[in-house]
């Protein structure tokens, strides 16, 4: 079975310019989540949907940041327009049911130049 | 407030044991996790405790929690190079009627011979 799968894997984009990043998760897993890890702290959680929902968005940073999860099942997230505290490491994890194990996928790394 | 602490990094000779501590903020998280993340690779769930419990162990691996004092620690018995990895700490926090994981900044252990 396939795990959590992202692309792209690393991006490098200018400030200023729009990065869109890919979430595939295991099948039949209706809990997508976003978190990120910026420069070597703590891993923050972004948002979370449930199926094609946004269930919390609490963490997302600011209105350059738009997720979405159309149909329930791959999602994205598109940072427009990305600035320079934007780099760091993406990461979406899935899950079948609220409270059961996260799966992660290996994550997406963004850089600001 | 949301807050998981941890020790940066840990350096440990092969054999010896390692012990990676946590401290969390929410005394009703419910489970708490350790993940393991090693080079160029997702989170990988290493092992969890429920809250009412104060110690578990899992072949090399000794999860002590004491909830009086939010701590977690997480004791690698004959540490290995291949336990080389960063060791992410995490506790459940529910919101909004899900729950949602709230991660440290990782601590970095170093296996050298």
């Known amino acids: 079975e396939a795990g959590v799968t992202q692309f792209p894997s690393h991006s490098v984009i200018e400030k200023g310019q729009t990065v869109t990043l890919r979430c595939d998760p295991i099948s039949g897993h209706d809990n997508l989540y976003w978190y990120r890890r910026v420069m070597g702290k703590e891993i923050k959680f972004l948002l979370h949907?449930?199926?094609?929902?946004?269930?919390?968005e609490s963490g997302m940073p600011n209105n350059r940041f738009l997720a979405e999860r159309t149909g329930g099942t791959y999602s994205t997230l598109k940072v427009q327009p990305a600035e320079l505290e934007d780099s760091g490491v993406y990461f979406c994890?899935?899950?079948?049911?609220?409270?059961?194990?996260?799966?992660f996928g290996e994550g997406s790394r963004l850089t600001v130049l | 407030g949301e807050d998981v602490e941890q020790s940066l990094f840990l350096s440990v000779r092969e054999g010896d044991s390692s012990v990676i501590n946590c401290t969390y903020t929410d005394s009703s998280s419910t489970y708490l996790y350790w993940y393991k993340q090693e080079p160029g690779a997702g989170l990988q769930l290493l092992t969890y405790?429920?809250?009412?419990?104060d110690m578990k162990q899992d072949q090399r691996l000794t999860v002590l929690l004491n909830k009086k004092d939010k701590h977690l620690s997480l004791r690698i018995a004959d540490t290995q190079t291949g336990d080389s990895a960063i060791y992410f700490c995490a506790e459940v926090l529910l919101s909004g009627g899900y729950n949602k994981l709230i991660f440290g900044a990782g601590t970095r252990l170093a296996v050298h011979p």
């Open positions: 405790i429920f809250s009412n419990m």
């Open positions: 994890a899935s899950s079948q049911f609220d409270g059961g194990e996260l799966f």
């Open positions: 949907f449930v199926k094609e929902s946004k269930q919390d």
